[in-house]
């Protein structure tokens, strides 16, 4: 079975500019989040989806960053524009349902962002 | 606010050593606690998961505890390997509704052969 896939593994751009990043979740899981993750720290929730539903975008800075799960499976997240304090790790993960009696989430490889 | 603290933040220890590593955290109503494993430029892996009313789990040389009351978490590792070597992350769901996931910020381990 495949686990949860991310494309590109590795992005560089320059501020100012736009980019995308794709998640495929582990087929049947309707949850899916995106994280970000700095240097040394641990993974910081930006927004999670329940099918396609955003239930948890509190933490997205909206004024630059945006997501969207149309279909209830895969996943975009983009950043417009970069800026350079955008240069991090984003994860993608997935679990199978919020209501099992534990949430168990299976993170992808990760997109590491360099903005210059 | 949930806070998971894990110390150390790295440890290096010989091949062949048992070893604990720490996880701590503020609010004791938590759902369930994972311990992952992450490599240098890699994704998180999945060790094993506790549920708040487990104490511990066990697989293969690692095991987990779990004691809400004091809030902390230990990861055992039995009989270090160098391929042990990479950072180790707790993450806290807390209990109610949205199990919304605080992440540590890691212990970075190396086992030296």
């Known amino acids: 079975e495949a686990g949860v896939v991310q494309s590109p593994r590795y992005k560089i751009i320059e501020k100012k500019q736009p980019v995308a990043f794709w998640c495929n979740p582990i087929s049947g899981h309707n949850t899916l989040y995106w994280y970000l993750q700095n240097l040394g720290q641990g993974p910081e929730l930006l927004i999670r989806?329940?099918?396609?539903?955003?239930?948890?975008d509190s933490q997205l800075p909206k004024d630059r960053f945006s997501a969207e799960r149309l279909k209830g499976v895969d996943s975009t997240l983009k950043i417009q524009p970069a800026e350079l304090g955008d240069s991090a790790v984003y994860l993608c993960a997935s679990s199978l349902h919020r209501d099992l009696p534990y949430n168990e989430q299976f993170f992808g490889p990760g997109t590491r962002l360099t903005v210059l | 606010k949930q806070e998971v603290t894990q110390i150390p933040a790295a440890l290096s220890v010989p091949e062949g050593e048992n070893l604990v590593l720490n996880c701590s955290f503020t609010d004791s109503a938590i759902y369930n606690l994972q311990w992952f494993r992450q490599d240098p430029g890699k994704g998180l892996t999945s060790l094993l998961l506790i549920q708040s009313s487990q104490r511990e789990q066990t697989s293969g040389r690692l095991n987990a505890s779990l004691d809400k009351s004091s809030g902390r978490s230990t990861l055992y590792i039995a009989a270090s390997q160098p391929g042990d070597s990479a950072t180790y992350l707790c993450a806290v769901s807390r209990s109610g509704g949205y199990q919304k996931v605080t992440f540590g910020t890691g212990t970075k381990l190396q086992v030296i052969p």
């Open positions: 989806y329940e099918n396609e539903e955003a239930v948890d």
